[in-house]
């Protein structure tokens, strides 16, 4: 019973993504959207990229491009956007919780 309910929590806590590169188009979902960019970043390096991050939970699949946080690189141009309107890069890092994240992984690590 605990397991199934453990089970459901992470099932709502994922974040859902759009990837897309010049390689691959992307749809997933992830728990931890940080480790995940950096990971779909390092791993599809090519000259045009962008990824879409639903940070509403109740965001249709097929509005994820139009009412989320998105960064997009072109020939080594970054342009980070939320709801449309471009912001800055520490703006994005604030929406996603990714200093929070990193800072709580390497106090477990410790």
Do not use: P
Request: aromatic share 10%; proline share 0%.
């Amino acid at each position: 019973m605990m397991w199934q309910k453990r089970l459901q929590k992470q099932k709502k806590s994922k974040t859902k993504y759009i990837f897309v590169s010049d390689e691959a188009d992307i749809l997933g979902e992830s728990i931890n959207i940080c480790e995940t960019v950096r990971n779909l970043w390092t791993y599809y390096k090519c000259d045009s990229q962008s990824i879409f991050i639903a940070v509403n939970k109740n965001i249709k699949t097929h509005q994820i491009r139009e009412k989320s946080l998105s960064l997009t690189d072109i020939n080594g141009i970054k342009t980070y956007k939320y709801l449309n309107k471009i912001i800055t890069r520490k703006e994005f890092i604030i929406f996603l919780d990714c200093d929070k994240q990193r800072e709580t992984e390497n106090y477990k690590k410790h």
